[in-house]
């Protein structure tokens, strides 16, 4: 930690994001780098060669990658066999029914990551309490490994019945698969992917697992030895979904964990600004090229679940909540059935939007804005882009023909459909779970963000939109701010009248110690390691649950818990689902504790307040509603705590863009952020 800069990477659809912190000087650089698809790790350090001179200063790093996610969407992980315990082995495909889409009529059932014929059932049988009825078939396992060898599978996952209560059968079995294939071979096993309850669940999350984890292990090896013959001499991080971070060497063995770490730096930076600025409740926007991601900060905190689903297919894991669209500055605008689609299908980085000038020749919700007079065509982002306004009027234009339509009201049109689109995400996480968008401010970053921030928010009732510093690399500062995290669970199925609080509390400092001993390997020293707890919970007979938190390990065994509890449980069901019955029987089913490492955390840099209210901009003529209005266009880095003007008004820098429409005001904070309200609010 004798290094000068505390340095974040991001890498997104079309571009890779880095924040630098100068510990020096206490000031913050932000740098974007074009995404290298076919090798993300050379966007990464072109993205640190830019804002780090000599990587041998670097004192601290962190990484978000989309490696796992990537290979999951696209579906182009490795080969996975699945060993199963014998006669339930089809509990992966069987899967779970469609509760919330029961009448669906176009409902589809997920396709799962292993077919059929690559699951092997094994004998050996494990009891519900723990104690084992039938051994394991050892030959059984010895024949799997000789057929994944010979058919050529990059992984194989092990999901017992009943391992998360006697995990031998999974242990043994990775010690025959060692033996029989080599200590490279990838081995998940459910009990370490997911120790929970729920069979297929905890199926899935191994299979996850084992799909991605050669590619995750694969990209950070590589990342890491780039960056050592760089000359830095740190070690690499990687930001996990439940929002902590780990060394890039415990991500390689848990690559499960970071499948979600691109979009959580995004909803970390949320609630860093939300302690800062006294906003409890958020709503996080980043609109990147590729995709839009809606994240909470309840209260100051990120919304976390202990589940996640993509594209149907459930993980146990703890994760922070965010809903994903396909709506990014890439999205192309195509035809369907006469009526105008956006999205989800994306330009990427290449060949990127028409206004590129990479080959793209389809209209995308870039080309749309350009068209709109909405971006600075010579300094897009940070002027390592020059975008051509004639390619991206052609593009419209094209798609204009089709309507009847001019080609600006078709770029307002494909502008409307996205923010159509984009409002929805944000009403699926809020309004769907009885949350009131009014009731929080919104927070717009990523590079299109701030773009479409103020549509938004008019659409959504919400009166106040807030854009940090550095929008389009925002997620990556976010980064900066995020602590050491493990987690742990401990399945704990017990009755309220049953429970034993000094048995509880026992498990809990048992779980306590396990894992603030384990920070040792991540280089956190005693003094930083602290442990929360929690403890999932539901009514008697009720199939789900909700998460409440314990105050500390010691809280089961005081006197008046199990009232507290059920008066904790009752308000969270409340706020979740419009009702609670405080009085019924509840059942506790899942310990949890997560074990923080404390590390340095830059605050957000003070901004210089104006010693004028005038400021320089220029002039230029943007249209909004289907009319030309003259807006005023100011450099971000000009204003200063005090200043104030009223849109129309275009606000320009090296990350994003950010459009004031016509009857809005701005403000800037004391951490340099714009604040942007409409005039009819207070």
Known sequence: MSGRYRVAMDIGGTFTDVVTYDRQDGVFAASKASTTPGNLSEGVLVGVDAVVERPADIAFLVHGTTQGLNAFLERRGVPVLLLGTAGVEDSYHIARGPRTRLYDLHYRKPVPLVPRRDIVGIGGRIAADGSELTPLDEEAVRKAARGAADNGYGAIAVAFLFSYKNPAHELRTREILLDELGADVTVSLSHEAAKEWREYERTSSAVVDAYTGPIVRRYLVDLEQRLTDRGVAVPLHVMQSSGGILTADSARRRPLQTLLSGPVGGAIACAELSGHTGRPNLIGIDMGGTSFDVSLIVD??????????????????????????????????????????????????????????????????????????????????????????????????????????????????????ANAKMAQAIRTITVARGIEPRDSALVAFGGAGPMHAAFLARELGIAETVVPRFPGAFSAW?????????????????????????????????????????????????????????????????????????????????PGFLTTLAERFAALHEARYGHANLGAPIELVTLRTAAIGQVARPAPQPWPAATSAEFPHQLCTVVFDGEPHESVVVRRDDLYVGHTFAGPAIVVEDTATTVVPPDHTVGVDDIGSLLIRRKDTK
């Not at 793209?360 to 897009?380: H, K, S």
């Not at 956190?524 to 707890?533: G, K, L, S």
Request: net charge negative; proline share 5%.
């Open 300 to 417: 100051g905190e990120p919304d976390v679940s202990a589940e996640a689903q993509l594209e149907g297919l459930p993980m146990l894991m703890s994760v922070v909540n965010i809903h994903t669209v396909g709506a990014g500055g890439g999205s192309v605008a195509w035809v369907e059935a006469g009526g105008l689609r956006v999205g989800p299908r994306s330009a990427g980085a290449r060949p990127g939007p028409a206004c590129y000038g990479r080959g793209g020749d389809e209209p995308t919700v870039t080309d749309a804005n350009l068209v709109l007079g909405r971006i600075d065509p010579d300094g897009f982002a940070g002027g390592q882009l020059t975008l051509d306004t004639t390619l991206a009027a052609d593009a419209v234009e094209g798609l204009a023909e089709q309507f009847g339509l001019t080609t600006t009201a078709m770029a307002e049109g494909i502008c409307d459909i």
């Open 478 to 558: 976010g980064m900066l701010q995020t602590q050491i995290r493990q987690d742990y669970t401990e399945p704990y199925f017990f009755l309220d009248e049953d429970l034993d609080g000094a048995d509880m509390a026992a498990t809990l400092a048992r779980m306590e110690k396990t894992g603030v001993d384990s920070l040792s390997s991540e280089g956190v020293a005693e003094d930083q390691r602290t442990a929360n707890h929690s403890v999932d919970v539901r009514y008697e007979a009720q199939e789900y649950t909700l998460t409440v938190p314990l105050t500390d390990a010691e809280e089961p065994s005081r």
